[in-house]
Every structure is written in structure tokens, then in C-alpha cells.
């Protein structure tokens, strides 16, 4: 079904407050009985309409694509901390040697909150490519399941980010190679004047905190995103064929 796009300038009234802006909508189904003032501008809803105007302007594909453009950059920067995490300093010795803390091998970031996270943010941005109804429903349903994807890869990024700090790095001491802040359940990064013990690979505890804490930021980013397309999703093809079934009327 092919739809048309018109613009108006709407008001909304939120608690006093009424906010004008430009947007763009599709054309309303013919039993939707909807009226513009010619001097204002103002949309005029009534209560099931308002219902349907909600669905179809913050319910939208577009929305969706917007958060998938958002997703992009911080799998990428997940990507990127993780392969920093890998080479401290811009070392491979240590690496090759396996002398990196443990959780580090698990890639978080690498895997949890990168490409994992490649998948929703590819679905998002590609979304709204039929003008079907039906077929925008089932999109928006392979929307949630993805962003389920993204929860569960967000997820596992910021678990094995928060033990990997509480692990602290592996570094060596004058014991030699050991994990001297395995035991302290994380107090270690209040007490900046411990982080010296460390001897090799140099300014090791200052670059695993610094990329483990974006790690958990981002992590963070990534969770909430998909959490609100998770949402998006699912009042969307919930919405979507009951605004649209011809027998539904707005005018009730």
C-alpha cells in the first residue's frame, strides 16, 4: 500500500506547556476523521485518533533507524577498547605471552558489546524498507528479537567489564607475575598509590581501568538503546494492524 507524506505543524499540550513543531506524517486512513485549523495549524485529535497519531508518529520506523545509526558507533568503540585491552600500551609481547588478566580473553567488548551489537544496529537502520503494513509489523517484531540480541551482547559486555575490574590486571611484582589486587573486591581503584606495585607492563592498572570503565559506559549506552526499541518494537506491531484494520473506527 503505497503512503503519502504531508507536513502540518502540530501543538501538544504537555502538563501547561505547548510545544509547536514541523512534523511529517502519513496521510490518515479514510475512516480517520482528522482536522487541521487553517489559522493555527493545530491537529485536531480526539481521543481513540490521539491513540492512533501516537502509534504512527513515536512508534516509527524511523525511530528505530535512528537508534540503529546511534548503536553503530558504540559497538565500533566496544570493538576498539577491546583490541586496546589486548596490547597495552600498543604491546603484543604481552599478549603473545598470555600475561593479560584473565577476563580479558573472554572479549566483552569484543564480542558482547561489538559484534554482537552489529546485528540490532544493522536490523534497526534497515528497517522500513516495504510500505506493507502487514510486512512493517512482522519488521518491527524481527526488530524486538533483535534488540533482545542487543540486551543479551550489552549484557555480557558490562558482566565481564565489572569482573575484570574487581580482577584487576596481571602484572609483574617483586613476586613476579601474579594478580596483586585479585583479593581486594575492587578497593584497589580507590587507592591510586597501590597501582605502582605493578612493574610491568608499565602504567598497566591506569590503562585497564581507563578502558574498562568506557567499556561499562558504553555497555551501558548500548543497554538502554535496545531496551527502548525493545519498547518500540513491540507497541508498534501491537498498534500498527489495529490502527489500519478498515473495520477499526477512530470515530468510536
Excluded: D
Excluded at 597501590?194 to 590503562?207: D, Y
Aim: hydrophobic share 45%; net charge positive; proline share 4%.
Amino acid at each position: 500500500m503505497h503512503q503519502e507524506y504531508m507536513f502540518i505543524m502540530t501543538t501538544t499540550s504537555i502538563s501547561g506547556w505547548s510545544i509547536w513543531r514541523k512534523e511529517s506524517i502519513r496521510r490518515w486512513p479514510k475512516n480517520c476523521n482528522v482536522g487541521v485549523t487553517k489559522s493555527t495549524g493545530q491537529l485536531q485529535l480526539s481521543s481513540p485518533q490521539l491513540c492512533f497519531f501516537w502509534c504512527e508518529m513515536c512508534c516509527s520506523v524511523g525511530f528505530a533507524r535512528s537508534l540503529g545509526l546511534a548503536l553503530l558507533p558504540l559497538a565500533l568503540c566496544c570493538i576498539l577498547a577491546n583490541l586496546l585491552l589486548l596490547f597495552p600500551m600498543g604491546e603484543v609481547t604481552y599478549s603473545q605471552q598470555y600475561r593479560l588478566a584473565s577476563y580479558i580473553w573472554y572479549f566483552g567488548g569484543l564480542g558482547g558489546g561489538g559484534l554482537l551489537m552489529l546485528i540490532p544496529a544493522v536490523v534497526f537502520i534497515t528497517l522500513g524498507k516495504c510500505s506493507c503494513c502487514w510486512n512493517e509489523s512482522l519488521m518491527m517484531c524481527g526488530s524486538v528479537l533483535a534488540a533482545v540480541v542487543g540486551l543479551v551482547g550489552s549484557s555480557y559486555c558490562f558482566v565481564i567489564s565489572a569482573f575484570a575490574l574487581e580482577q584487576g590486571p596481571q602484572c609483574f611484582t617483586t613476586l613476579g607475575w601474579t594478580y596483586p589486587y585479585a583479593n581486594q573486591r575492587g578497593r584497589y581503584l580507590l587507592q591510586p598509590e597501590t597501582w605502582s606495585r605493578c612493574l610491568q607492563p608499565v602504567h598497566i592498572v591506569e590503562w585497564n581501568v581507563t578502558l574498562l570503565c568506557v567499556l561499562l559506559g558504553l555497555a551501558v549506552l548500548e543497554f538502554i538503546i535496545c531496551l527502548l526499541q525493545l519498547g518500540n518494537g513491540l507497541v508498534n506491531a501491537v498498534c500498527r494492524p489495529c490502527c489500519y484494520k478498515q473495520e477499526y473506527s477512530l470515530n468510536a
